[in-house]
């Protein structure tokens, strides 16, 4: 059933996990408010703890490449859909916290594909742009600016070796919505795919979660992250969202050593 742009009134959460990158305190004689990046995705941007290292979400590298002065929100979320994020009272969360001049980077179609799964299901034509309406309304009515990205590719090749879109017709609805609500968008599902094949079949499996034990194709280890992040950061500069003074480091080399995984809280 196709959504109203009213927003869904959800039960509240016991506690949604945020990641915020340290941003130094300001002069007491400042008026300006430092702006917050707020993330509202799946498991490719959140943020991992201990016990999935070394699985890393491009949101926990996102803030390597943003001043200090421009602290990430990370509440992006392990199985989400545009759908049960908002069902789950995770936009309430964000938008309750939001404030005018802030920014809401949205991006989500992993989970949103999953049609055996009505909890998370949405048709991308329809409910999948009806949902995205209410991240980008929710912003706006705030004053904040949404932006939207296209979901990251997963690693998949054909046999004669070439990137292999995976995300059906999600990415080309939400580039035709942000292109009718006039919203920035950030072509993550293209980057990725360029990248991947560039870099090929043998070298993206050590951009992700690939381990002894477990070949993941969808989910990053610290490289994949910081590639994503790098990305990201690079788009929001080109797309006039960010000014080249809110960003640094995007053609530096970024140590693996620079991600950590906390230790979950109960």
Do not use: C
Not at 103 to 116: G, P, Y
Not at 147 to 164: I, K, M, Q, W, Y
Not at 209 to 217: L, P, V
């Amino acid at each position: 059933m196709s959504l109203t742009r009213r927003q869904v009134t959800t039960a509240a959460l016991a506690a949604v996990p945020l990641a915020f990158a340290a941003a130094p305190a300001q002069a007491a004689s400042s008026s300006k408010r430092t702006r917050t990046l707020f993330i509202a995705g799946d498991s490719t941007a959140a943020q991992k703890y201990a016990d999935a290292a070394p699985e890393t979400g491009w949101g926990m590298a996102l803030p390597f490449f943003l001043q200090k002065d421009l602290p990430v929100a990370n509440h992006a979320v392990n199985g989400r859909s545009s759908k049960s994020f908002v069902d789950e009272g995770r936009l309430d969360v964000i938008l309750s916290a939001i404030r005018p001049g802030d920014l809401l980077l949205v991006q989500f179609a992993h989970n949103d594909e999953k049609s055996t799964d009505p909890t998370r299901y949405t048709e991308p034509w329809t409910t999948y742009q009806d949902y995205l309406r209410l991240y980008i309304d929710g912003a706006r009515a705030r004053g904040a600016r949404p932006v939207l990205a296209t979901p990251v590719e997963r690693r998949r090749f054909d046999s004669s070796g070439n990137a292999v879109p995976s995300h059906g017709d999600y990415p080309a609805a939400m580039r035709a919505l942000a292109a009718e609500e006039r919203v920035p968008l950030l072509d993550l599902q293209a980057l990725s795919l360029a990248l991947w094949q560039k870099l090929g079949v043998e070298e993206t499996k050590k951009y992700f979660n690939w381990t002894a034990t477990e070949q993941d194709n969808t989910h990053f280890n610290p490289p994949g992250a910081i590639a994503v992040a790098r990305l990201v950061a690079a788009e929001l500069l080109h797309h006039r969202v960010l000014a080249p003074q809110d960003v640094r480091r995007l053609d530096a080399e970024i140590p693996e050593s620079w991600i950590t995984w906390p230790t979950a809280t109960a």
